[in-house]
């Protein structure tokens, strides 16, 4: 999307909401302009941005990973990636693929469990293969502070379906109450 798109949508923000502007290997200026342009609340770096970089614009930032990729398909590598970036609002977990996200594919979730077992975790965002049929299962295995779908609520490629995001949603707010309900 342009900035100026961005810009338009950031006006119709409500209260309590928080915009979120996603970047992949964008450069310095690019997201400068972003920052000055559109004033998000969160910057999620998603490609193969530094600690420095992603901590460089003092903004909160979350920091996505693409569990599976090259030196991030062990638990404890995992978890060492993660702490690299020890200052981020949140890690995001999303599965390895070519590109950068929307591949709809899944990942193992037991992955993560050094990262959710670790005292200096950051909140755990789980994305990847997200479907109103997997979201109960990867809620179960990880307790994320929240997910992130995006291809498995598209009636078509990146047209996404209202009737899909309700059923997925009221997926999460089921899954939600059994957890709370053994808790």
Wanted: proline share 5%.
């Amino acid at each position: 999307m342009s900035v100026a798109q961005a810009r338009s949508l950031r006006r119709c923000a409500p209260a309590f909401v928080d915009v979120v502007a996603l970047l992949v290997n964008a450069g310095s200026r690019d997201v400068q302009n972003i920052i000055d342009q559109v004033d998000p609340d969160l910057l999620q770096f998603h490609g193969d941005e530094s600690p420095e970089f992603c901590s460089g614009f003092g903004r909160r930032y979350i920091r996505a990973f693409r569990v599976g990729a090259p030196g991030l398909s062990k638990p404890e590598d995992i978890l060492a990636q993660c702490r690299a970036y020890g200052d981020a609002a949140g890690w995001l977990f999303d599965s390895y693929s070519s590109g950068y996200g929307g591949s709809g594919r899944t990942f193992d979730a037991s992955l993560l469990r050094a990262v959710l077992d670790s005292p200096d975790s950051r909140p755990v965002i789980l994305a990847g293969g997200l479907t109103i049929d997997t979201v109960e299962a990867a809620l179960d295995a990880a307790h994320p502070f929240a997910v992130d779908v995006s291809s498995g609520v598209e009636s078509t490629p990146g047209v996404k379906s209202p009737k899909k995001i309700a059923a997925f949603l009221q997926a999460v707010r089921e899954a939600d109450k059994r957890l709370f309900d053994k808790a």
